[in-house]
Each structure stands twice: as C-alpha cells, then as structure tokens.
C-alpha cells in the first residue's frame, strides 16, 4: 500500500494545486462561482480514488477530471473573463496625460475581449503561462502535452490576438 | 526568412520563460528583421503583467474547510433516495415492462439488462440488484428464499437481505455474504469484488478465500486476488448515476465501456497500442462522453449516428 495517498499527502496536495486547478476552470468557463464548486468536485474525486491513483500522475489526473467536469457543466456559450488591470485602478501619476490614461483603458478592454474570443484551448494555455506565471514545462505536465505543443498554443495565442487589435485600430 | 522567424521565435519564448535578461531582449530585438512583429507581442505580454484574477469567494484555507466537511458527510452514510425500497420497487416493476428479457428454462429465471440501459430488480427475497449494461442475472425462482445463489455475467451492485446464505457466481469465483452490499464486475479479462457494507467472501478455485469487510475491494491480477482499500459508497453507486471512472485502464476497456453504456459501434483506424487512459466519462450525453475520452487521448474521431470513426 506505498503509493497510497494519507491525509497529510492529501493536504499537500490540495494546498499545492487548488488554486491552479480552480484558475484553469474559470479560463475555461468565465464564471468563479462555478470554478470554485467544480474545484470542490475534483478534489472529492480524486479523495475517492486516492488509494489507486499514482503520485506521479495526480497532477495530470486533477486536470483531466477539472476539464471533463467543465466539459458536462458548461456548454460552449459566450466566455466573459474579467481581469482586474491593476494599472489602470491605481491614481494616474500627474505626468500623463488623460488622453494616455484613456488610450490605456480602450487597449484594455480591446484585449481583454480579443482573449474572450480566443479558441479555448490557445485561451487557457495562454492565460496559464501570463496570469499564473506557469513555465512551459508545468503547463505541460498538467495538460499532458509537450514543450513544443504549448508554445505552439501561447504564440497562436499572441497572433489572433495581435490581428484582432491591429484590425480595430 | 523562415530561418529568421523561427530563431525569432525561439528567442521570444525563451524571454516568456524568464531565460532570457531584459538587457539580452532588447539586444536582440535590435538585430532582428523582426522587431515590429516582436513588439507588437512585447506590448500585449507587457500590459497583461499588471493584470489579476477576479476574487473567489473562498481562499484555499477556507475551501480545504469546506471539502473537509463534504467528505465528513459522505462517509456517515447518508442514503439516496433512490436505494429506498418503495420507490425502488416502482422504478423496477416499470424497467421490468421496458427492457427485461425474461426466460423459463429449467426453471431457472434470467434477467438481463442491454447495451445502453441499466435495470433495478427486486429478487424474490427483497434483495435489490441493479445490472450495468449488458450484463445478466440468473436464479431459481422456486424455493429462493432457502436457496439464494444468482448466476452473473457482467457488473451488479447487490444490496442483499439479512437471511440464509447468499451465493454470487460469475466466471472467474464465487461471492458469499450474509446480509451487505457489494458490487461485482466479472467481464473479459478483469474480475473486481467491492463490499460497501457488511461482510463478504471471495472463492476463487484453487485459492484462498479472500474476506471483504465494508471499504474494501479484491480484483484479480495474473490470476490472484489482491486486496485494496475502496473508499466511499459512491464508488459503486457512480456508474448508477452515469459516472465511469478509470485510472491507469487500457484505452481499449475503456473504449469498451462507451460502447456498452451509450450503445454505439466504435471502429478504429489505427491500433490503439497499449494507450493508458485516467479519467472519466458520463453517460448522458453522447459528445461530451466521447471527448471526455478521445481528447485528452488526442485521438481525432467523427460521429455518425451510433457509430464513431477514430482515426
């Protein structure tokens, strides 16, 4: 019974990777309230199945079970992420300008809805590689694809993206 | 050219990844035919530094609480509604007109449950069994109460009456229990006992016999049973509720039981090899089952009514 998971490798593990989990969800479907309770469900499952899953598998498995959850609960409808823009909430420094300050916040809201309208799988690599400050090789190992394969998402990524600003311009 | 982009690429990720200095970076970029393009990208990257995720309700701290308090509850045994007697009785008197196949040879009576459905029975004893799909039971209907053996061939959850001595057969062994519930797998090539509550023993000729108390399971592996804990009555209760889970399976099994629980012809293009799938599937619906399998598989496949092409 070595590879099974106690109570205290449990808590670890929840500590470790709740956070991560609960993020990839809400890129997916755009609504915290639903990432948080899909959250809770992945981690009962894997609290079910500790006794056989392998230690070196529990992150891809927690992923696996986060995305198949997502998958029966939100059906393909529109995907409205927020950010907060921490540079746009803080007190403009006296030195710039109000037309800066609103050239800022239009680019803004044009980039945030050019990452709304991303494929969901450039989408969620992407977000994970900028707002959780993943490396490539993490990303890789919780979505079980290789090094290549998430640069290859991230600069698809960047190139819808930038088209999408270019054009509005 | 194609050359220089990719050497661009290479660089720009490599400065995503934080290998690369900021000085290096802007040397770079002084060189390269492909700066526009670059900082086009450097802007996007650049403005999304200072963004931050919407706040959750919970931190981790207080979602490690409330997990706590859902697997506490879980494992008092909480019972569903659906396990209760009178409403169990309807759902199989109703099930029994829709899918049951019923014959008398030899006296002995088969109940058996097709590909795509499950189907609740009451034996003659008050003991409920549910058969998963394609899977049947057989029993003497005369004199059961005294004599209480069922043949099986597939998978059954069985929740059996305190009385006499209740017998299991299946391919592989025997099951004997005296009042509990447990679940059966016996297919193929993979034998698995599951008790959930009270006590059962597992014969396999030419072994000894394995004792099961309430959380523990037994499957056989190169011909001997091993002993494992299974945890939480929801175990044997999810493929009940539409939930199939699998860790570390053969694809082909798995692929297997998509075929049995939504009652389609798979055919593959290419051999599967000894691809290992961990996971789940549920059985409501059709397209999600079948990407909660294939995609993370990265197998490209067509739907096309009931059969599915894999490539």
Excluded at chain 2, 133 to 147: E, T
Excluded at chain 2, 213 to 220: H, P, Q, S, V
Excluded at chain 2, 251 to 268: H, M
Aim: proline share 3%.
């Amino acid at each position: 019974m070595s590879n099974f998971l106690n109570q205290a490798d449990f808590k670890d593990t929840f500590e470790a990777y709740y956070s991560s989990i609960r993020n990839f969800i809400y890129y997916k479907c755009g609504d915290m309230d639903l990432a948080e309770d899909l959250t809770q469900e992945t981690f009962v499952k894997l609290w079910e199945r500790r006794g056989e899953v392998r230690p070196d598998t529990i992150k891809s498995y927690l992923y696996t079970i986060a995305n198949n959850l997502a998958l029966n609960h939100f059906k393909h409808q529109k995907v409205v992420l927020k950010f907060q823009n921490q540079a746009l909430s803080q007190s403009p420094a006296t030195s710039s300008s109000p037309h800066y300050q609103l050239e800022l916040k239009e680019f803004d809201q044009r980039l945030q809805q050019a990452i709304n309208d991303l494929p969901e799988k450039l989408r969620v690599a992407f977000l994970m590689n900028r707002v959780d400050k993943m490396k490539h090789q993490q990303i890789a190992d919780a979505l079980q694809l290789s090094v290549k394969g998430v640069q290859k998402r991230i600069r698809k990524a960047l190139d819808l993206i930038n088209e999408k600003i270019k054009y509005r311009l | 050219m194609k050359r220089s982009q990719d050497h661009s690429e290479h660089k720009f990720q490599q400065w995503l990844d934080g290998e690369l200095s900021q000085a290096e970076w802007e040397t770079f970029k002084g060189q390269t035919p492909d700066k526009a393009h670059l900082e086009e990208r450097e802007k996007t990257i650049l403005h999304m530094e200072s963004w931050e995720m919407p706040v959750p309700k919970l931190s981790t701290e207080e979602a490690w609480g409330v997990l706590q308090d859902r697997i506490g509850r879980e494992r008092s045994g909480v019972v569903p509604l659906w396990k209760k007697p009178a409403v169990m009785g309807i759902a199989a008197t109703l099930l029994v007109l829709i899918c049951v196949w019923v014959f008398w040879g030899r006296g002995d009576l088969q109940i058996y449950s097709p590909q795509g459905s499950h189907l609740s029975y009451t034996l003659p004893d008050q003991s409920a069994v549910t058969l998963n799909a394609d899977s049947r039971i057989s029993f003497k209907a005369k004199g059961f109460k005294k004599n209480r053996q069922v043949k099986l061939e597939g998978e059954a959850f069985f929740e059996i009456e305190r009385g006499s001595q209740f017998i299991v057969e299946s391919n592989y062994g025997t099951v004997q229990v005296l009042g509990t519930s447990f679940n059966i797998y016996s297919r193929e090539d993979r034998f698995e006992v599951a008790c959930v509550t009270g006590k059962v023993a597992v014969m396999i000729p030419g072994q000894d016999s394995v004792i099961l108390k309430a959380g523990m399971a037994t499957l056989l592996r190169s011909q001997q049973l091993v002993v494992r804990p299974s945890i939480g009555e929801d175990r044997s209760l999810e493929w009940k509720q539409g939930d199939f889970y699998f860790t570390d399976t053969r694809l082909t099994l798995v692929l297997d039981e998509l075929k049995r629980q939504l009652d389609l012809v798979i055919v593959t293009k290419s051999p599967l090899d000894d691809k290992i799938y961990s996971g789940f599937f549920n059985r409501n619906n059709k397209e999600s089952a079948l990407q909660s399998v294939l995609e993370p598989m990265g197998l490209k496949y067509q739907i096309h009514g009931d059969t599915v092409l894999i490539e």
